[in-house]
T-cell receptor, first 114, second 111 residues
Framework: KAGVTQTPRYLIKTRGQQVTLSCSPISGHRSVSWYQQTPGQGLQFLFEYFSETQRNKGNFPGRFSGRQFSNSRSEMNVSTLELGDSALYLC?????????????FGSGTQLSVL | QQPVQSPQAVILREGEDAVINCSSSKALYSVHWYRQKHGEAPVFLMI?????EQKGHDKISASFNEKKQQSSLYLTASQLSYSGTYFC????????????FGTGTRLQVTL
C-alpha cells in the first residue's frame, strides 16, 4: 500500500496570504488528522476528519480550517498567514475501529511565512 | 496539557541502554510511541492501552503505569538506527483520535 502523501513538500508565503495543503491518506483509512510541528512545541493537534466530518478540533484559531472529501483526501487551509504559522504541518491517517488504532504520518509540508 | 518527556536529549554509545519517560497529569487510556528521524515522518513504534500488557518490539519495549499516568520506553543494546526524536502521544480513549504529544526526546547513538 502507498503511504500517506502530502503536497506540496515546501511552501513559502508572505504574511496575510492564505495557503492550502493537501493530504492523501492510505487507501482504506477514513480518518485524517492534522498536526503542527514546531521546535520546542512538538506536535500540536489541529483537527481530525472522519467521513467528511470534523470529529475533533484542537486549540487553534479559526484561521485554520480543513475539509475532507468523499475519497478521504483532506485539505487544510490557513488564511491571513502570520509569521508564527511557520511550521511543519503533518497529516496522519488511521483506520478507526481497529484495536490499537495507530497513526500513519506523511512527510509533511514545510511552510515558511516571510 | 502536553505530557512531559524526560530526558530532553540523550547521547549513547552503540550497545548502551536508554530509558525515555512520559508523564501526564490527565487520566490516560492509551500511550503511543513514535520515532522521527530528521526530515522524515514520525513512525509508529508501539501502543500501550489501559489494562494491557507491556509491549515489546525487537529490543525496544515499553510500560504503562496507569496509577501514575506514566509510560517508559526502554531501548536495549542501542543501534545507530535508533537515533532520532522519540515522541509519546497520550490519549483518553482507545482510539488514535486527538492524541496529545510530548515535546520529544532527541536520542543520538554514536559509535
Amino acid at each position: 500500500k502507498a503511504g500517506v502523501t502530502q503536497t506540496p513538500r515546501y511552501l513559502i508565503k508572505t504574511r496575510g496570504q492564505q495557503v492550502t495543503l493537501s493530504c492523501s491518506p492510505i487507501s482504506g483509512h477514513r480518518s485524517v488528522s492534522w498536526y503542527q510541528q514546531t521546535p520546542g512545541q512538538g506536535l500540536q493537534f489541529l483537527f481530525e476528519y472522519f467521513s467528511e466530518t470534523q470529529r475533533n478540533k484542537g486549540n487553534f484559531p479559526g484561521r485554520f480550517s480543513g475539509r475532507q472529501f468523499s475519497n478521504s483526501r483532506s485539505e487544510m487551509n490557513v488564511s491571513t498567514l502570520e509569521l508564527g504559522d511557520s511550521a511543519l504541518y503533518l497529516c496522519a491517517s488511521s483506520d478507526p475501529g481497529t484495536v490499537g488504532e495507530k497513526l500513519f504520518f506523511g512527510s509533511g509540508t514545510q511552510l515558511s511565512v516571510l | 496539557q502536553q505530557p512531559v518527556q524526560s530526558p530532553q536529549a540523550v547521547i549513547l554509545r552503540e550497545g548502551e541502554d536508554a530509558v525515555i519517560n512520559c508523564s501526564s497529569s490527565k487520566a490516560l487510556y492509551s500511550v503511543h510511541w513514535y520515532r522521527q528521524k530528521h526530515g522524515e515522518a514520525p513512525v509508529f513504534l508501539m501502543i500501550l492501552l489501559k489494562g494491557g500488557e507491556q509491549k515489546g518490539h525487537d529490543k525496544i519495549s515499553a510500560s504503562f503505569n496507569e496509577k501514575k499516568q506514566q509510560s517508559s520506553l526502554y531501548l536495549t543494546a542501542s543501534q545507530l538506527s535508533y537515533s532520532g526524536t522519540y515522541f509519546c502521544g497520550t490519549g483518553t480513549t482507545g482510539t488514535a483520535s486527538k492524541l496529545t504529544f510530548g515535546t520529544g526526546t532527541r536520542l543520538q547513538v554514536t559509535l
